[in-house]
């Protein structure tokens, strides 16, 4: 990738071949906004959301200014989920794939501290993790802060939203008095704003227009339900449109788990991610879902921080999302690596208004759907069922069956009654 962009920043030789590898055509808006900067050592607060490249926009520059002959820390790097820590550690080392002597290591709550602690001790000049976890190692004096130069905050509003400021004003007090503070957010609320008054020297603004954070290559759509109807009208999507993979969010963990039963009571294989579930669970769960051995994967929008998977067929918003920032980040998940995707979100009535404010706010269209009806369902399995009983005809091998018919028939029952009745029986188990 030799464009005057990134060839201007004179960047190492070794980082614009990993570019190159990581399949970078030229830097997007946030990249282009703050890779200078944060090179010449300013403090950024930038407004910027998944999906925009804001995580090689802060680990280009870190990598380039890493000493790797210095087996100190000399970069942290907070976020607010175990997800978001592997996913940022893995891009991290995508960028420094040509500088073998740069270790980056991930620490995270839910699995064993002291394999951690024995990949802190042999040198990680780069640390990313979660609030909770960095603490814990800061107490145990296992991360060394003396050389710490730049400290990132990565997606500080979701931080803030899961009550982690406090643990990161007090990581804060661990680092030396003279270091390089990134600031990235989705949203900058006031006590945002606060904590870079507080802790930032000058910060340079980036806001990244809004533009950049639509998902036009995404059909929107959506239905007004009754909340005690999602379920069913849940389960009529599914079926009638013959969905494989599907990724549903709701807004509480407790709604995740009653989605989850009523699915399941259903015949549906859904399973549940979101912050009470043990990291091994969830990392377990995530893999059966990107193998495609789940069809359906219910979350709320916290714990699915850092899913990255390209099949992902429809995303559902069974509730309203808050915000249209998090309607982007959810819509986001599917219509990855040029696939097409869909997005349905269920609404009541008194929603109208807050979800045409994020189709204004997005700038995407979000057109009404009906619900199909029980009836659309039933032809729908009727078709299936039709669908194979024709393969079995075209492929034969029926004989072994005659002699079952056979004794049907000669209790004065046609060949027509008995595959109508044949039918009903396959209907009904269908159902």
């Known amino acids: 990738m030799e464009d005057k962009i990134f060839k201007g920043l004179y960047l190492s030789k070794e980082i614009r071949n990993s570019i190159v590898k990581m ?12 890779i200078p900067h944060i090179l010449e050592g300013k403090d950024i607060i930038a407004q910027a959301q998944t999906g925009t490249g804001k995580t090689a926009a802060f680990g280009i520059p870190i990598i380039e200014l890493i000493d790797p002959d210095n087996k100190d820390t ?9 997800e978001l820590a592997i996913q940022i550690a893995q891009e991290l080392r995508n960028v420094a794939k040509y500088l073998p002597d740069i270790n980056i290591v991930p620490v995270y709550g839910g699995v064993s501290v ?3 602690i024995n990949d802190l001790k042999a040198g990680a000049q780069i640390v990313v993790g979660t609030p909770g976890r960095i603490t814990d190692h800061l107490q145990r004096q296992t991360i060394n802060t003396n050389n710490i130069g730049i400290v990132v905050l990565d997606e500080a509003d979701e931080m803030l939203n899961m009550g982690f400021i406090e ?13 390089q503070t990134l600031l990235f957010s989705a949203t900058i609320p006031k006590p945002i704003l606060k904590l870079s008054n507080r802790y930032q020297n000058e910060p340079l603004n ?3 227009t809004q533009k950049e954070l639509t998902v036009p290559q995404v059909k929107q759509y959506y239905f007004e339900v009754k909340e005690n109807v999602k379920p069913e009208a849940l389960r009529r999507l599914i079926e009638t449109e013959n969905i494989c993979s599907a990724l ?28 009470d579930i043990r990291q091994k669970k969830r990392e377990q769960r995530m893999e059966r879902f990107k193998s495609e051995q789940t069809g359906i994967l219910i979350a709320t929008d916290v714990a699915a921080r850092g899913i990255d998977i390209d099949n992902i067929e429809v995303v559902f918003n069974y509730d309203l999302p808050p915000e249209p920032e998090t309607y982007i980040h959810r819509i986001g998940r599917t219509a990855r690596a040029g696939r097409p995707g869909i997005a349905y979100t269920f609404i009541s009535g008194k929603q109208l208004g807050k979800l045409k404010s994020i189709s204004q706010t997005t700038k995407t269209e979000i057109l009404q759907k009906e619900l199909p009806g029980s009836k659309d369902v039933e032809r729908v399995r009727e078709r299936r069922i039709a669908d194979k009983v024709r393969m079995h005809v075209r492929r034969g091998k029926l004989e072994k069956y005659d002699d079952f018919v056979s004794d049907i028939a000669e209790d004065d ?5 008995i595959a109508a009745a044949l039918a009903k029986m396959l209907l009904r188990d269908e159902a």
């Open 23 to 34: 399949g970078f055509r030229e830097p997007t808006e946030v990249q282009e906004k703050c």
């Open 74 to 82: 000399q970069a942290l790097i907070i976020c607010p989920t175990r």
């Open 114 to 116: 002291n394999a951690q």
């Open 167 to 179: 643990d990161v004003e007090n990581i804060l007090q661990y680092i030396p008095e003279s270091h």
């Open 206 to 208: 980036v806001i990244i």
């Open 248 to 275: 549903i969010f709701c807004n509480t963990k407790k709604g995740v788990d009653k989605l989850v039963i009523k699915l399941r009571s259903k015949g549906y294989p859904a399973e549940a991610l979101h912050g």
């Open 413 to 417: 029952a046609d060949y027509r009654k």
